[in-house]
């Protein structure tokens, strides 16, 4: 027996067996319902509403508040269909249309968002094939001046030829290898044109560039086909560096030690040379096709990658050595590409405010819109920016590098073995949590931590300060090194066969970290006169971003209290808009536009953020009444 | 008793005692007459005409003419003075005016001549003294975009800033050193300006840079301060790259073997590499303090300096890598200046005609007059110009470097112990020559070689075929390894302590070498259908050039039988060139300019040289009518 399903609003309808599962029909009519727990029962993120028909809700409601029961709420994963059905599925439970691109692997979506941006396949640098007059004794200009010829007679403005030593060097000899039929690479800057490269024959169609984010923690890299759009490969990795501290700050410290700052340098390259490497070496490209390079990362990371010394950047009044870099060579770096490749960095806003921020407005589009944006780019820093097509404001909010697991005793990156989600009772205080590859945890991740965090608050466990109430007599609540601590997992539980906990030291650093956050929106809003209600639309972007859940960020107040709708995950932008930028040029100075227009405000001298940090140092904040949501959540925990 | 000597038509009068020397009184009234053997009767040159008033006129007539005996010329270094005298200084007796350029080193007179060229102290590269706002909290750009904006202030585009990946890593410091006041180096290529150097405090006044002529034979260097185109020192040297080959081609050949051409791009470097080292030691100038460097040389030659591939230049259609070469950086080549020093090479024409070239009708300026001239630098090479203001044609005569010693038997170059001069008795055949630095004679040098041909062509030595005539019966005629020779100096004359001779293969070679040169002049006049008799002028560049004997290069037929005050010395005027671009860009762009306006003639496929070649294989010429001087001193020694 089959039932038809409808789904609303999309008007969809699907037949499907008597007895499916809901989640599965969402899937079969092409939806989606967010999910983290992958339709398992754990998350309680599937919620639809059934407006029609019969079904066996299961366990459903205990992931549901009495209001969400009432008005027909089910988890989709633990709902099966019993009769023909028309289901809702509501604003909080859709999968954002770009989630998927935080992956920033699909490929598909990734060109058509670049089109939607105006971008086109219209990169720096050209390719051109030339096929030019063999020299005769009645026309014996030489091999320079017969490619400028060439040049311009293919539409080149060649007036002003500018080719490197290396490139001279092998001229004759390409010329005549590809007897007078050549592919030239070509880049302009102002009236000068500069030939790249030069291959003998028709190699038009052999064009190869890279996009990097150079991330304080990780690292990624995409092998472009130039000729296409099209991502040959992607590669991650951590950060080399961590080893030399986990932000930006140690860092530089240790840049202006010793022999730190070739350190630090080396291990970047190394890091993306490798990464170069395998991905050419599995797509049989020789890294010397690859030409041209654009990099993002913050400030910071930019230095370090080129070896500049960020020491300035750290001391008052924090200055960078540049913030639009010029142009610098690939063989100046050290990267293993064509020596002469071209590599070009996203352009810095500030100190604090890097490339990979202007590749997020970028990709964002916001800076092209009426309404007003927040932007916030959630990674080892945590970055900002509101504003519209007429106006953005920036800043930094240094909330650390908490949520990557620095300074939190059992904190570790989103990795196998990691506590990714947790569940208290409100009543035992007993855990439920899901830890990411489903094996024994050994630690816990960001968004186990936002869930840690919100958990402990909605149940009681912590205060309002994040202190542990000893007085609610949990046994996993207990007295350690550094004070109180909460055992998430018991030591039969562990892959360690340690017990894992998270003690007030961690509760404190978290909130910090959170503050921060939340401090950097409200003070950017303040300095414009705006309040969060002024807000269309909030973009995470960022590669723990992704990973948020939006309503346990909004518990702990790391985000505002704004409808689930006006929250959009981008993903990693930073690569993203790298990508755009080395695809094409019109988008690369729209990027370098974005950095022009924005304002960065130092939040660190302000009095202002120091007023809306100490707020902000609560659980959600000072002030409840921001957090209706949270408040209604805890007079309906504390009715029931 | 005193005498008062007027010259004319100078009209300068000096008084000196009774039986004074001429010559000296000539020198005394502060003017030139000409003089190889420095007054000591020997070279005939000192020709002056007695107008009036007594003297004693010595042994005077044996060099003169009867006609000018008739006339009442007189040699000024055997005449003594015996009363109040009027003499007139003939023109072909003058020294001319640029002749003492030829040292390259009257730098008065250089930057005079430049000066009188068009030219100023405005070279490529601008220091500029900026006192920059120092960063605060509140003006906290970076410090490229701080210095960009500094540049504008001064009045500068910097809209397309362009910086060295080097210069980009010492900014920060420099800037912080010099406590915000720096002084910037900067040039432009069209829109972009690069920073080539940043200096902590005012450095305004220690601009240095570089001429450097690299000729096939011998290389030169000027170290110039930029600040007043002072010349700070000047040096040369063999161009080592002698050892392995004499002229242009027997080096590209050498450059295709093996390691041949690193070893010539090294040898090349090394040389002036040695010479600034040189020159900045003993001026207490760090070399790095020499950020651009003008060089100037023929076309293989810069090949060869940059270490590029020279063998399609010896190849029909004979291609160069390239005439105008792009900019090069000194790091690049290897040379130990400033790393991002720039190195401009002077335009170079075609594969058979360089930079020196461009460089030495810069220097002429016969690109500029109404008259017709012919120039010609006389090297290892020869390359002939001729033309005005308005057309300019050129052509090597590859003569080859007979003159420099190389495939004669005794050949050397102009050093010490070099026979420069040689007089054969026409009686008894005995041989009178003169040696640099007066030490026993251990070669022949190409004055010599010119002398040597040409006493003994006028003296029945030989036939107008080059063949030593046995029949004369001369002691000094003899049969040797190759054939007939005739012996300049004996054993006991010689520091080798043994017999310098020419031999029938010595002659041949530099018959053929003075052939080659009047062919080129001739196979370009005639292309234009011109004479000699259109030429207003003949400009002798060259470090050879300027020690040539005009009368006695007529009498072998080397150069055209025209009067003697249409001869212009020159001297090295690639290395003046180079010089006069260095300093002023406007000078560098008309040298471009020159480069883009010649026509190149290639001789070795010319029906027409071939044909002028062969009847200038003879003394001095098939057609003795061509040369009128010669026929009637020819007349003259047969009467006598």
């Given at each position: 027996?089959?039932?038809k399903?409808?789904?609303?609003p ?32 754990n ?7 059934i ?20 008005r027909?709420?089910?988890l ?8 023909n059905?028309?289901?809702e599925?509501p604003?909080?439970s ?12 699909n ?9 939607q ?13 030339l ?15 017969r ?45 000068v044109?500069?030939?790249l490269?030069?291959f003998p ?11 990097v ?8 890299v995409?092998l ?23 932000d ?12 730190g700052?070739?350190?630090?340098h ?15 070496e599995?797509?049989n490209i ?14 910071t ?10 020491q300035?950047?750290r ?27 071209i ?28 309404q ?11 970055e ?5 097509k ?19 005793k059992f904190?570790?990156?989103?990795m ?5 989600e ?54 996993r ?5 550094s004070g109180l ?36 929106f ?13 807000i ?10 992704r ?28 690569i ?58 805890l007079?309906?925990?504390?009715k029931?």
């Open positions: 027996m089959k039932h399903i409808t789904f609303m999309d008007n969809v309808a699907v037949n499907v067996d008597d007895d499916t599962i809901l989640f599965k029909a969402v899937k079969a009519a092409g939806l989606y319902v967010l999910s983290s727990c992958g339709g398992k029962g998350c309680g993120k599937c919620k639809v509403v407006k029609e028909g019969k079904t066996d809700t299961g366990k459903s409601r205990s992931f549901l508040s009495v209001e969400e029961a009432k027909g709420y089910a989709a994963c633990l709902t099966r269909v019993k009769s059905l028309t289901v599925i604003p909080e859709r999968m954002q249309a770009k989630h998927k691109i935080a992956t920033g692997a490929m598909e979506e990734l060109i058509k968002l670049m089109q941006a105006g971008g086109c396949l219209e990169s720096r640098i050209n390719r051109v094939y096929e030019i007059d063999p020299p005769t004794i009645d026309d014996n200009i030489a091999d320079y001046e490619l400028r010829r060439a040049l311009d007679k293919a539409g080149f403005d060649a007036s002003h030829l500018h080719m490197n030593y290396m490139m001279l060097i092998e001229l004759p000899h390409v010329l005549r290898e590809g007897n007078w039929k050549v592919t030239v690479s070509v880049f302009s800057i102002t009236a044109l500069e030939v490269d030069i024959g028709n190699a038009i169609r052999t064009r190869y560039g890279a996009a984010d150079i991330g304080t923690t990780t690292i990624v995409y472009v086909d130039m000729t296409n759009g099209h991502i040959i490969g992607t590669a991650s990795t951590y950060n080399s560096q961590v080893k030399c501290g986990d930006v700050i140690t860092r530089i410290v240790y840049a202006t030690e010793r022999n700052l070739k350190e630090l080396d291990l970047a390259v190394g890091n993306i040379n490798t990464m170069l490497t395998e991905l050419s599995k797509n020789p890294p010397s096709m690859i030409d041209y390079l654009v990099v993002a990362g913050n400030t990371m930019i230095h370090l990658f080129y070896g500049i010394d960020p300035y950047i001391e008052e009044p924090y200055i960078p050595a540049a913030t639009f870099f010029p142009l610098i060579r690939g063989k100046s770096v050290g990267l293993q590409v064509d020596p002469r490749a590599i070009y960095s996203m352009p810095n806003v500030a100190s604090y405010v890097g490339g990979d921020i202007s590749a997020g407005v970028l990709v964002s589009q916001i800076h092209k819109q009426d007003v944006s927040l932007f916030i780019d959630i990674g080892t820093n945590g900002i920016v509101l504003g519209n007429d106006w953005l404001v920036t800043a930094a909010c240094s909330a650390g590098p908490a949520f990557e697991g620095s300074g939190i904190g570790m990156r989103a196998e073995g990691a506590i990714e947790v569940e208290i009772n409100p009543k035992t205080y007993d855990v439920n949590f899901r830890v990411i590859g489903d094996v024994k945890p050994i630690g816990i991740c960001g968004s186990g931590m936002i869930d840690t965090l919100a958990e402990m608050y909605l149940n009681g466990v912590i205060d309002q300060k994040g202190k542990i109430r000893e007085e609610i007599g949990s046994k609540i207990r007295r350690g090194e601590e909460y055992v998430l997992a018991w030591r039969v539980e562990s892959a360690s066969n340690k017990e894992i906990v998270i003690t007030e030291v961690d509760l404190d650093n978290l909130i910090r970290a959170k503050a921060a956050i939340y401090a950097g409200s003070t950017l809003l303040s300095q414009m006169n705006m309040t969060f209600a002024d269309d639309k909030l973009c995470i972007a960022g590669g723990f971003g990973y948020i859940d939006v309503e346990r960020a909004i518990t702990i107040g790391m985000l505002p209290d704004l409808p689930v709708d006006k929250f959009q995950f981008l993903g990693n932008t930073s993203m808009g790298a990508y755009f930028a080395l695809l094409c040029d019109r988008l690369r100075h729209e990027a370098e536009e974005i950095a022009r227009r924005m304002t960065y405000i130092e939040l660190s001298v302000s009095r202002s953020f120091m007023d809306e940090y100490l707020s902000a140092l609560f659980l959600p904040h000072t002030d409840l009444n921001a957090f209706p949501t949270v408040k209604k959540e007079e309906y925990r504390k029931s």
